[in-house]
């Protein structure tokens, strides 16, 4: 009787330092994340930490390190073959996805050699690449393309990427969308083409590209 009391105390005793580490090491990593220390997200990787942990939101690490702007740690992670780099946030969203909104056109490189999922359904890293207004967008759109991505994908409410190019991003974008096939002529669900979205946010550059590239396809007629 004796013994098993002693022994249940020394278990007992031993889960509590276990959870106590674990906790600090939980700690240690999201901190490491947020001031990009490679050094000690790697450190923890070695002692054994899960670097597929996810913080108290639910965010997976690459996909925070992404998003945050911790270029060294989202390097190291998308480099490390334990790294699940499809895991999703709440809403959906994958590190290509991230990476795309955030402009990180190497980054996207990376993930894809990596089979990061260039087509899937809802919001799409294609949509996100255009919608992106920095210059690293044509290029994150081209290489998005040479992957297969779908250039008409629909978001769930059947928003295109040329719609979201047409409202937040360039009109080369908008310009580089079309030449490779995106349809203008296609509504949401609240029946607005390409050229409504770019008349909504009074982007009178794309608008004008939309429009004449619709010109363009009518039937030419004979006078």
Partial sequence: MKFSIVFKLIFSVFLGIASSLHASSFDDFFMAIKQDNVVV????????????????AGDHALYLAIRDGALGVADY??????????????????PLMMAAIKGRLELMRRLIARKAEVNKTGWTPLHYAATHAGEASPAMVRLLLEHHAYIDAESPNRTTPLMMAAHYGQ???????????AD????????????????????????????????????????
Avoid at 190 to 219: K, Y
């Fill in 171 to 181: 009109p080369g974008v908008v310009k580089l969308l079309l030449e490779e096939g």
């Fill in 41 to 56: 997200v790697r450190q923890l990787a070695q002692r054994g930490f899960d670097l597929n942990t996810r913080n108290e």
């Fill in 184 to 223: 203008p002529l296609l509504r949401n669900q609240q029946g607005l083409t390409a050229i409504d979205f770019a008349h909504r946010a009074n982007r009178a550059a794309s608008a004008e590209i939309i429009a004449a590239f619709v010109r363009a396809r009518q039937p030419k007629g004979k006078w």
């Fill in 77 to 94: 992670l998308v480099g490390e073959p334990s790294v699940d780099i499809e895991a999703r946030n709440a809403k959906d969203e994958s």
